[in-house]
């Protein structure tokens, strides 16, 4: 088997990718501290078409040169709008018929195996800071709460490998 030359890969341009249509995902980024995160949940959402980036809190927004370093152009082609609280960005999605999950370990979580997203409805996914988390009262606020099974000793995986497996699990679902 050959490698694939960057040529060979039929990449959509900026302006082919703002007309697609979306993958009914919007990512809700609430404090997030790590810029390389953010770059890297910008070009996940790139790859499967989502929606839309809320970057909440204390999330950095572009243009930032560590968010350019590993978004790798992903800020300019996936929509992103910046939100001080999180939970006024909830409470709006909520009205607009989207359904909130938190991702996050909870009484009461859906595992993500288990989870079937059903296919007309669009889905707002809240990832939250390094170290705390999702917010309680984003959790609170939330439709459910989807966990990623874990069967190792640490129980924690980073949040842009955390949005990686989520958006691609929900993609190839729907």
């Known amino acids: 088997m050959k490698k694939l030359a960057n040529e060979e890969l039929n ?4 302006e082919e ?4 249509k979306k993958t009914p995902i919007i990512i809700i ?3 997030i501290r790590s810029l390389h995160n953010i770059g890297s949940v910008f070009r996940s959402s790139d790859a499967f078409l989502v929606e839309k ?3 909440c809190g204390i999330t950095a927004v572009p243009p930032n040169k560590e968010i350019h370093k590993t978004a790798l152009g992903a800020t300019e082609t996936v929509a992103w709008e910046h939100a001080e609280n999180v939970l006024d960005v909830i409470e709006k999605l909520k009205q607009e018929n989207v359904t909130v999950f938190a991702i996050e370990q909870t009484e009461n979580s859906i595992m993500l195996n288990d989870f079937q997203p059903e296919l007309a409805k669009k889905y707002a996914l809240i990832f939250g800071n390094e170290v705390k988390g999702v917010n309680q009262k984003a959790i609170n606020a939330s439709d459910g709460v989807i966990e990623i099974p874990q069967l190792g000793s640490k129980h924690s995986l ?7 497996i989520v958006i691609w699990d929900l993609f190839q679902k729907m």
């Open 11 to 14: 990449r959509i341009s900026k």
């Open 17 to 20: 990718f703002k007309s697609a």
């Open 29 to 31: 980024l609430d404090d």
């Open 53 to 55: 980036i809320y970057l």
């Open 158 to 164: 980073n949040i842009s490998v955390t949005a990686g």
